[in-house]
Every structure is written in C-alpha cells, then in structure tokens.
C-alpha cells in the first residue's frame, strides 16, 4: 500500500556495502560446506571486491560432523590461503559454532573469537539444543559474547525466546541474504520484523556459493529506512 511514499532501493546501488567488514562468511577453501576451492574461493574475492568489502572474518562451521576443523587446524589454512591470494581484503579467522554435544569440549580448549570477545554460535534450524541458554549465559560469565548467527532461521523460535535472549545480552547476527527471501518465508518475514524493530546488533553474508549471494542480492530492495537500519548494523561490524 503507498508503496510511492516508500520508495525501495537496490541494495547494491544504495552503496551502503562499500568498506563492509563481514563478520560471518564460509569463504575459507575446503574446509567446511562452503566456497570448496581455490578458484571458488578467487571468484567470491572478485565478487567481494566488487562491493568494495573491506573486511572479512573468515567464520568456518566447528561442529562434530567436522572433526578436522580445530582451531590450529584452520589458523594452518588461513596462513596457506592468505599466500595463495591477492586482495586488498583483510582476512581475520573467527568461526561459527554449532551448540551441539561438542561445544563443552571445544569451550575447555579455547575458542577462535571474532574480534577481542565475541563467539558467533548457531543451532539446528528445527530445535533447540537442550542446555542452549544455560550454556549461552555461562560464556558471559567467562567473559565472553554470544553472537547467535541468523537468529531469524530458526524455526523454533518464537517471539518471546528472542525477547528473554535479548533481555539476557545475547547479540543477534542477520543473514543479508534473508532480506529477500532466500531462505523461505518465514526467515523473510522475522529479518524484516527484528530489523524495523532493532533486534539485531551484527549483519554477515553467510556466504557459501557465489551465485546465490549474488542472485539474492541482485533482488534485494530495500526502502530508505530499512538501508538506514543497515548501516547502523554495518557500524556495528566495523566495529568489531
Ligand atoms: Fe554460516
């Protein structure tokens, strides 16, 4: 309705990415579900540069079902691959935590952080792990901040679980990509909901294929509030 009073605008001609930090990408080669290869890992770079992102926190999946992915393990490929490209993007080497019966384990060893503090962790989309708050409130009793990743994916969660998470301190990451619908209807409707109403304190690509980051956001438009939002989310990762 008065979609003239509210003009839309493409995301990648507002401007607004232009010196990005992302803080949530799978963009280190074969080590996880996303970009599985040099040449894969070359065409998302040109694609990121292309945005102008300035920097980017490599976030690869540490989970039971990745056994390799231990911090040493993947501090070694960020030094191969650092010497296997050429882009003025900074690289630093955080990663995305699945909450699942390793977690403890992984804890005691020491995790990557992103930035000074901060763990971005996620959970199944279908349902919640059974100690999941308890072990979010515990890492700030450590000193440390959860970030949950693309809170608005998970299925389970209702209006009132991102409140009392939300009142309790934990920061909520946004997917870009499910601005547009990427990732069902659902997902749609809570980004834009928790973006208007200020949920959200981080955005990240979640990159994993280059044809469906740049597919989505070729079909993102968003009105001048919304872009207005966003940057104050894009602040918030160069802040990191
Ligand atoms: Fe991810």
């Known amino acids: 309705m008065f979609s003239f009073l509210n003009p839309k605008k493409n995301i990648l001609e ?5 010196g990005m930090t992302d803080v949530h990408c799978h963009l280190l080669p074969g080590v996880d579900d996303g970009v599985a290869n040099l040449e894969e ?3 998302a770079l040109d694609f990121m540069e292309s945005l102008g992102v300035r920097r ?3 976030t690869p999946h540490i989970m039971e079902d990745m056994v390799d992915n231990t911090p040493a393990y993947l501090r070694e490929r960020l030094d191969w691959f650092r010497g296997q490209v050429e882009t003025p993007i900074e690289f630093h080497l955080a990663a995305e935590y699945m909450l699942d ?3 403890a384990s992984r804890r005691k060893e020491g995790l ?3 930035g000074r503090d901060r763990v971005l962790v996620e959970t199944s989309y279908l349902s919640a792990p059974y100690d999941m708050e308890q072990t979010l409130y515990e890492l700030q009793a450590e000193g440390l901040q959860p970030v949950l990743a693309h809170v608005e994916r998970y299925m389970y969660m209702e209006e009132g679980d991102y409140d009392r998470l939300r009142e309790h301190g934990i920061e909520f990451q946004l997917n870009l990509m499910s601005l547009v ?7 749609y409707e809570k980004a834009h909901r928790m973006l208007d109403e200020g949920y959200y304190k981080f955005v990240g690509s979640d990159y994993h294929r280059r044809s469906v980051y740049e597919g989505s956001l070729r079909h993102l438009k968003l009105t001048k ?5 966003l940057k104050i989310l894009l ?3 160069n802040d990191l």
């Open 56 to 58: 980017i926190f490599l």
């Open 41 to 43: 890992a070359h065409r």
């Open 101 to 103: 019966n390793g977690f």
């Open 14 to 18: 507002s401007g607004i990415l232009a």
């Open 225 to 229: 509030k919304q872009l207005d939002k």
């Open 235 to 237: 602040g918030n990762n």
């Open 112 to 114: 990557l952080t992103l």
């Open 181 to 187: 619908g990427t990732y069902g209807q659902l997902p």
